[in-house]
């Protein structure tokens, strides 16, 4: 990522770093996450009414996601789509591949996914889809043939006479005995022994992964969501963020780039900051922010800021904006659980989430509220479309998972045309977002309010400077809290205008010029962005 010059400072800021210049498209877009299973199941075709979510499906509900046209706005408007795994796979979560060049039998074939892609270029989404180097599944012919120590393909996996323990080791069981009738070894495997690791310090699968990406790229994939990266190659009993995996992916990241132009990669890195920026950008070309995440519900849900501005100054100095920002994922309980499924502090949440730096993901169905709790599939259960008990809209058969009992109140049918809606609070970040490039690649200083529950930050890019204030609180703010208007640059008699929620916005006044209220009352879980001259 090329990166000039050195940030202007424009108010008295706890975190500096380079700025972002020549933007990809990736910086400008918003993502939704899709579980193709989940979304919708397509209503003609040979797959139609089988209660499993295809790609079908997910193409007759593009126009929900993007219409393509931007003088609607009753669409969502995201502009890019991640695919959880669609490759064949044995497992309803597809995390498991037997096939790394075609499309499961359960969602399509290779010509559906054809006609996808087709379709989001159409109304300008850019699709990525979930890459997973770490391992296949054991079903693959690859670990199938090399359970024979005389196959080309033996050296393809990690085995072990005995199983390696020792200080750092995983704390859970990552060596199998299920091959020891045929090798006589032990294999690893760190996330079950269905999924054995391929060992990537050999040319076999490391070219077999450059192929993959290949075959997706020229069939018109924009980029990969690479899977559980930090675990992709061992050292000893050192099992993750090992150099050798950051190396590795350094040279995949390199292909992929060769083989087209704009390809982007983002990465799964469960970690702290500290250990996900080693990745970014030569390594990946993003990576998921999970202490951001993390310090949002925090935040929220004790109503103070702190935690927030902390995580905020820390990745845009790790990142300066290439970071990828979510408030939940597959992997988690759902927001809604996480924040008590109080609807104003989801609408918080994602009012942090979508005028912060970074490249936001939305998990499907965290726009209208979904719950949902661990175990896995039920927080991966059917987008709420209707509020039909048995299906939500999902299918007309039996879905593959029970809906949420909440479908009632919780779907996009009772939410797409109230303008009170979580929906359509989305929606207007969103356009928000994508109106002001200050938002979506703009420089990033926090300003201090000198109240906890108040969380503010100024976003620029050329010329443009807006003032995000955010009261994470349940109370309303009216004294306490202030900004100092001569850091800003903004003098007494400046107007200042409010483009983001209905507010009063006064210039600063001389006597509070370092103590300037540009807002009179903060309501309850509000932000607010103010144009700042």
Not at 225 to 235: P, Y
Not at 251 to 261: A, C, I, M, R, S
Not at 292 to 317: M, P, Y
Request: glycine residues 10%; aromatic residues 10%.
């Amino acid at each position: 990522m090329t990166r000039t010059g050195i940030c202007a400072a424009i108010v008295a800021a706890t975190a500096t770093s380079p700025c972002l210049a020549g933007p990809e498209w990736w910086h400008e877009a918003v993502f939704y996450e899709v579980f193709v299973r989940s979304f919708a199941d397509s209503q003609t075709g040979p797959l139609a009414g089988d209660g499993v979510g295809d790609i079908r499906g997910l193409i007759d509900k593009l126009d929900y996601l993007n219409d393509g046209d931007p003088g609607t706005d009753d669409d969502l408007g995201v502009t890019a789509l991640w695919l959880m795994p669609v490759f064949q796979s044995p497992s309803y979560h597809g995390y498991d591949v037997v096939d790394y060049e075609k499309i499961d039998d359960e969602y399509g074939d290779n010509a559906v996914f054809a006609e996808l892609l087709d379709a989001c270029e159409d109304r300008g989404i850019r699709v990525i889809v979930d890459m997973i180097p770490n391992h296949c599944s054991w079903q693959h012919h690859w670990f199938k043939e090399a359970r024979d120590p005389a196959s080309p393909r033996h050296d393809w996996f990690v085995w072990e006479d005995e199983p390696l323990t020792g200080e750092g080791a995983p704390n859970h069981s990552v060596w199998h005995d299920e091959a020891i009738g045929t090798t006589g070894k032990y294999y690893y495997g760190f996330f079950w022994h269905g999924m054995p690791d391929l060992d990537l310090r050999e040319p076999g699968p490391t070219l077999a992964m450059y192929d993959a990406a290949r075959h997706w790229i020229e069939m018109g994939v924009d980029g990969f969501r690479l899977d559980a990266v930090k675990h992709l190659i061992e050292d000893g009993v050192v099992f993750e963020n090992t150099d050798e995996t950051i190396a590795w992916l350094e040279k995949y990241n390199t292909h992929v780039h060769d083989v087209g132009e704009g390809v982007f990669t983002v990465g799964e890195v469960w970690d702290t900051t500290e250990q996900v920026k080693r990745y970014v950008p030569d390594g990946l070309d993003s990576a998921f922010e999970f202490s951001t995440c993390f310090a949002i519900e925090k935040g929220i849900n004790e109503s103070d800021a702190a935690h927030i501005r902390a995580a905020l100054d820390e990745a845009w100095v790790a990142y300066a904006g290439d970071q990828s920002t979510f408030i939940g994922n597959h992997d988690m309980d759902r927001l809604a659980n996480r924040l008590g499924g109080d609807r104003a502090r989801m609408a918080c949440a994602a009012t942090v989430l979508l005028t912060t730096p970074g490249v936001p993901f939305i998990y499907y169905g965290e726009e209208i509220g979904m719950q949902g709790a661990k175990p896995d599939p039920d927080i991966r259960t059917p987008m709420q479309w209707s509020d039909d008990p048995a299906t939500g809209g999902f299918t007309t058969g039996e879905p593959w998972r029970a809906v949420n009992a909440d479908v009632s109140q919780v779907n996009v049918a009772a939410q797409e045309t109230s303008s009170d809606s979580l929906l359509s609070h989305y929606r207007k970040l969103i356009r928000l977002r994508g109106e002001h490039a200050a938002l979506s690649v703009g420089d990033y200083e926090s300003v201090d309010t000198g109240d906890e529950r108040v969380l503010a930050f100024v976003r620029s890019r050329q010329g443009e400077r807006l003032l995000v204030v955010v009261n994470i609180s349940g109370d309303a703010v009216t004294g306490g809290w202030g900004v100092d208007a001569g850091a800003l640059g903004v003098g007494p008699d400046a107007q200042p205008e409010e483009i983001l929620n209905t507010a009063t916005v006064t210039a600063p006044g001389i006597a509070d010029q370092t103590d300037w209220r540009p807002l009179g009352t903060l309501a309850p879980r509000t932000g607010y962005v103010v144009r700042l001259p």
